[in-house]
């Protein structure tokens, strides 16, 4: 055999079925791939959430301060109400007793 002649049984011929099926099983491992990395990003980044909530929640800030004075002086605010509606109730019935024991 001379150098310039090829041995043409080593040389192996172009299968267009395989190389599609290639392409598409390197198409669908890539889609996969991808699949999984936003599974990954979405699952790191809820984590982070959870995280940032769990420690937002342990600390009170300034609205959450300011809330609770607001509710305690509306409680606060109701309970001497009551108190003073139950006086005064109290006085009228007392002015009645004394107008019926006058009056009698």
Do not use: Q, W
């Not at 172009?14 to 392409?23: F, G, P, Q, S």
């Not at 669908?28 to 984590?47: A, D, E, N």
């Amino acid at each position: 055999m001379d150098k310039m002649s090829v041995d043409t049984s080593e040389v192996h011929t172009y299968d267009k079925n395989r190389a599609d099926d290639l392409v598409v099983c390197l198409d669908s491992f890539l889609l996969k791939r991808r699949t999984v990395m936003k599974i990954k990003k979405i699952i790191m980044l809820m984590f982070v959430v959870f995280a940032l909530l769990l420690v937002g929640c342990e600390k009170d800030g300034p609205a959450e301060n300011v809330g609770k004075k607001i509710d305690n002086t509306v409680e606060n605010a109701g309970d001497k109400m009551e108190e003073a509606v139950e006086k005064t109730g109290d006085k009228i019935k007392e002015m009645g007793d004394s107008i019926k024991d006058s009056t009698n």
